[in-house]
């Protein structure tokens, strides 16, 4: 396609699924790299009451601005030999960003009455290729230490 002429993309959405299999929102790829190969910018949302998570990125920080709705986001970050909770809550009525290093164990909980809705701006931006890059844990594995 030329880039100095309007025309339409595609633009990849994906239902999402907890660890047990049950939906728990959406996905769709906003705006990808030149070459197509990236996503550079995602939509994530979630359904009242759902949770997406947990995981941690090896390569990747991720960055979050809540557009819809109101989210808990909880991590787990490394301190010596166990991992450490803390949470933020991001709402839609009061704009803030969340930088969220690599290798820090992430989970999204909706915790409002209507549909979340999560910008993420991940850097480097997700590339498909790099297998193994995301890790998901139980939150009974954190608790317990665990490292994969």
């Not at 907890?18 to 769709?28: A, M, R």
Request: net charge negative; proline share 5%; hydrophobic share 30%.
């Amino acid at each position: 396609m030329q880039s100095d002429k309007v025309h339409l993309e595609p633009a990849k959405k994906m239902q999402t699924k907890d660890h047990s299999g049950k939906e728990n929102g959406w996905l769709v790829e906003m705006f990808k790299s030149k070459d197509g190969s990236k996503t550079e910018v995602y939509l994530s949302t979630a359904l009242p009451g759902a949770f997406k998570g947990y995981h941690l990125h090896r390569v990747r920080a991720a960055r979050y601005v809540c557009l819809k709705g109101k989210m808990r986001i909880i991590t787990y970050e490394r301190e010596g030999n166990k991992w450490v909770r803390s949470e933020n809550i991001l709402d839609a009525s009061v704009p803030q960003r969340l930088f969220i290093p690599k290798n820090v164990a992430t989970g999204l909980e909706n915790i409002g009455d209507e549909e979340g809705w999560l910008i993420n701006y991940p850097d480097p931006p997700y590339d498909p290729e790099l297998k193994d890059e995301q890790v998901e844990y139980t939150q009974e594995e954190l608790e317990q230490g665990i490292v994969k």
